[in-house]
């Protein structure tokens, strides 16, 4: 246990937040003892992330870190997400790369019927040296570090190229100050669009996961993080599921590792107002099993459900047999105290 109040709320900022300790601290020090050590986004800045968020659920290409982000610094109106570069990332080509992925996640691109690939309205652009992804219509940001920004330009490029060759619109490059005539019905459905309207009553919670992305790491050993949505069947909203696959060394033992990582994730200090609903525990039958936590908020539209999918051996043999980097995963986890107020 930590012996100051400082060091204390250090360490919890930093297992939630991915950031370096210096960092954390500084962040710590300048909050006052009882304001929350993660800042809740405004209501632009949690739509913008609950569509990032969604571009991002299922990652393109593997990534070590869960989808694929080293560490978050919240602020009100912008988030700052450092994304890993890992050369050994590989998705469907030999060449595609963790920023190649996220492009391809992010750009809108209008297809001929209509749709949108990507975030309709998302344009990146570079501000004081910085990547910076912003929506028209919404005073929010989120800043793309651990990229060099002509890596990001040439990613950019190279999926404004292939969609051309497809027969697509990419609307950054044809558009870059306004909506683009492809994206003109996503700008008309604004708020009276059912969709837009179900995702933004629920943005919070999205929002307040993405800032906690880097506490995944707490569950087990990552082997990956994916994520979907329903609409939430008891409310209006969303229901966001969210799978974290992992390995736990001492699967059968009958520890719960995601239990510290719910008591994180709900934590006064640097947690989200979520509480337990109900929990489907299968830990201690020490098979390749998971184990379910549905949580929801008392005022706040939205639900999730947290799967704890845990591998055994028999896959880590394969996994360790390949270009899969068990070892960088091995020191990426987090084991987290079973207490730590
Ligand atoms: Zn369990």
């Known amino acids: 246990?930590?012996?100051?109040?400082?060091?204390?709320?250090?360490?919890?900022?930093?297992?939630?937040?991915?950031?370096p300790w210096?960092?954390?601290?500084?962040?710590?020090?300048?909050?006052?003892?009882?304001?929350?050590?993660?800042?809740?986004?405004s209501r632009d800045?949690?739509?913008?992330?609950?569509?990032?968020?969604?571009?991002?659920?299922?990652?393109r290409c593997t990534t070590?870190?869960?989808?694929?982000i080293r560490s978050v610094a919240a602020s009100t109106s912008r988030l700052v997400v450092t994304f890993e570069t890992v050369q050994s990332n590989r998705g469907e080509g030999d060449d595609e790369t963790t920023v190649l992925g996220l492009m391809r996640a992010v750009l809108p691109l209008g297809g001929d019927s209509g749709d949108v690939y990507g975030i309709a309205g998302a344009r990146l652009?570079?501000?004081?040296?910085?990547?910076?992804?912003?929506?028209?219509?919404?005073?929010?940001?989120?800043?793309?570090?651990g990229f060099a920004p002509h890596a990001v330009q040439a990613a950019a490029m190279r999926v404004?190229?292939?969609?051309?060759?497809?027969?697509?619109?990419?609307?950054?490059?044809?558009?870059?100050?306004?909506?683009?005539?492809c994206e003109r019905e996503y700008m008309r459905r604004g708020t009276?669009?059912?969709?837009?309207?179900?995702?933004?009553?629920?943005?919070?919670?999205?929002?307040?996961?993405l800032r906690r992305a880097p506490l995944l790491r707490a569950v087990g050993i990552p082997l990956s993080t994916t994520a979907w949505t329903d609409a939430d069947p008891y409310g209006p909203g969303e229901l966001w599921k969210v799978d974290q696959e992992h390995f736990e060394p001492q699967a059968g033992s009958g520890v719960s590792h995601h239990r510290p990582f719910i008591a994180m994730l709900t934590d006064p200090e640097c947690g989200m107002?979520?509480?337990?609903?109900?929990?489907?525990?299968?830990?201690?039958?020490?098979?390749?099993?998971?184990?379910?936590?549905?949580?929801?908020?008392?005022?706040?539209?939205?639900?999730?459900?947290?799967?704890?999918?845990?591998r055994a051996d028999f896959y880590l043999e394969r996994a360790q047999s390949t270009v899969f980097e068990f070892e960088r995963r091995r020191r990426l986890y987090r084991r987290l105290p079973a207490t730590f107020r």
């Open 125 to 145: 652009r570079v501000e004081d040296g910085t990547v910076v992804l912003r929506r028209f219509g919404l005073n929010a940001a989120i800043q793309l570090d």
């Open 273 to 310: 107002p979520l509480a337990l609903e109900h929990e489907a525990c299968r830990c201690a039958t020490g098979r390749c099993d998971d184990c379910r936590v549905y949580l929801r908020s008392h005022g706040r539209p939205g639900r999730l459900e947290m799967r704890f999918t845990r």
């Open 192 to 209: 009276t669009d059912w969709y837009e309207t179900l995702m933004a009553t629920s943005a919070w919670l999205p929002s307040g996961l």
């Open 1 to 19: 246990m930590k012996r100051t109040a400082i060091d204390r709320r250090t360490q919890k900022l930093a297992w939630a937040s991915g950031l």
């Open 160 to 181: 404004a190229d292939e969609a051309r060759q497809d027969g697509m619109a990419p609307c950054q490059q044809e558009s870059p100050e306004r909506w683009h005539a």
């Open 22 to 41: 210096k960092v954390a601290k500084a962040r710590v020090q300048a909050l006052a003892a009882h304001q929350p050590l993660i800042a809740e986004a």
């Open 64 to 68: 070590l870190h869960p989808w694929g």
């Open 45 to 59: 800045q949690a739509v913008l992330e609950c569509h990032f968020l969604h571009a991002l659920a299922r990652p």
